[in-house]
């Protein structure tokens, strides 16, 4: 079992950045790789970034690319998700996801893919 803890999440203006983290806890010598996605009202859940965790491989939705970043502190078995210059289109509830079943050699960008998930944290976006 692994355990996902959000945090970061809130309220920002338009053009603004936030940071949100993803802890890991339990079975994380196993993790293979970590990944964000995001889901608005009414709209399904939709890829954000991945991380390989060996090598730090990364990986985009295009709609992101350019803007946010992920990165991962092994010491901490903890993910971030810096977002900059966050448009109204970011907001939604963001949900971190570890993949422990197996080796990948792309860090994976669908939901099936993720073996456990965070309880998700709220972004905001006023314009």
């Known amino acids: 079992q692994v355990q996902l803890v959000e945090s970061g999440g809130g309220l920002v203006q338009a053009g603004g950045s936030l940071r949100l983290s993803c802890a890991a806890s339990g079975r994380t010598f196993s993790n293979y790789a970590m990944g964000w996605f995001r889901q608005a009202p009414g709209k399904e859940r939709e890829f954000v970034a991945a991380?390989?965790?060996?090598?730090?491989?990364?990986r985009y939705a295009d709609s992101v690319k350019g803007r946010f970043t992920i990165s991962r502190d092994n010491a901490k078995n903890t993910v971030y998700l810096q977002m900059n210059s966050l448009k109204p289109e970011d907001a939604a509830v963001y949900y971190c996801?570890?993949?422990?079943?197996?080796?990948?050699?792309?860090?994976?960008?669908?939901?099936?893919?993720?073996?456990?998930w965070g309880q998700g944290t709220q972004v905001t976006v006023s314009s």
């Open positions: 996801a570890v993949r422990v079943r197996g080796a990948i050699v792309a860090p994976p960008n669908t939901p099936s893919s993720y073996d456990y």
């Open positions: 991380i390989r965790w060996s090598a730090g491989l990364t």
